[in-house]
């Protein structure tokens, strides 16, 4: 047995979100954001999970809390290989290689 970090909470959180189960993430959350007050992912995680269980108003509260929390989700980024040369690119881009 060990005490699991924030990121076995947040693995746990992920897999709550396939499930759709919000009451387990919940919990999950909650560890993790005990553990890392600084990581938005937890949050980010919840509302979504929150969100596609059509509990709109608990998604509202959490996104409020990340406001409140100057929380902010990363933006996105993917990383290709093209022709043995590698490219990255965001959600700002507005160029392809």
Not at 33 to 47: S, Y
Not at 48 to 63: L, S
Not at 88 to 94: K, L, M, P, S, T
């Given at each position: 047995?060990?005490?699991?970090?924030?990121?076995?909470?947040?693995?746990?959180?992920?897999?709550?979100?396939l499930?759709?189960?919000?009451?387990?993430?919940?919990?999950?959350?909650?560890?993790?954001?005990?553990?890392?007050?600084?990581?938005?992912?937890?949050?980010?995680?919840?509302?979504?999970?929150?969100?596609?269980?059509?509990?709109?108003?608990?998604?509202?509260?959490?996104?409020?809390?990340?406001?409140v929390?100057?929380?902010?989700?990363?933006?996105?980024?993917?990383?290709?290989?093209?022709?043995?040369?590698?490219?990255?690119f965001?959600?700002?881009?507005?160029?392809?290689?």
């Amino acid at each position: 047995p060990y005490e699991p970090t924030a990121m076995t909470w947040i693995t746990l959180l992920g897999a709550c979100r396939l499930h759709f189960d919000v009451d387990r993430g919940k919990r999950a959350a909650e560890h993790a954001f005990g553990l890392d007050p600084d990581n938005a992912v937890p949050c980010v995680l919840l509302a979504n999970i929150c969100a596609a269980a059509g509990n709109w108003n608990d998604a509202k509260k959490v996104r409020k809390f990340m406001g409140v929390m100057c929380l902010k989700q990363q933006p996105g980024c993917s990383l290709i290989d093209v022709y043995n040369s590698g490219h990255g690119f965001d959600v700002h881009d507005e160029c392809q290689p």
